[in-house]
């Protein structure tokens, strides 16, 4: 599995926002590297992509404070190579933790 987009929607301070992991070259690494100043953002984006993987938790949420808890939205786009290009999104609502979707072969 290899992630190519995580889009902060509405998570933290952030709003609409995204990142793009473009694919290297055959033969290059595929490592990333998201370095910044402190309160850049590093941890919010970490912490997105790990309740987008594991769901949300339960409870007064860190993350909360731009926009309601009901109301944070993470997403990404992967690549699985045996079964095509994903798509995910998260919610905190508790309604749907996280639904997929496969848009190619």
């Known amino acids: 599995m290899r992630l190519n987009r995580l889009d902060l929607i509405r998570y933290g301070r952030f709003k609409d926002a995204n990142l ?3 694919k290297p070259a055959d033969g290059a690494p595929d490592v990333t590297v998201i370095f910044g100043p402190n309160e850049a953002g590093k941890s919010t984006t970490f912490n997105g992509f790990l309740e987008l ?12 404070f731009r926009f ?9 786009s992967l690549s699985c190579p045996d079964t095509g290009r994903w798509l995910c999104a998260a919610t905190a609502s508790g309604r749907n933790r ?6 190619a072969r």
């Open 68 to 76: 309601e808890r009901s109301d944070l939205l993470v997403g990404q």
């Open 53 to 64: 993987l594991f769901g949300f938790k339960s409870g007064a949420h860190p993350y909360a």
């Open 20 to 22: 793009t992991f473009p």
């Open 98 to 103: 996280c639904w997929t979707r496969r848009i």
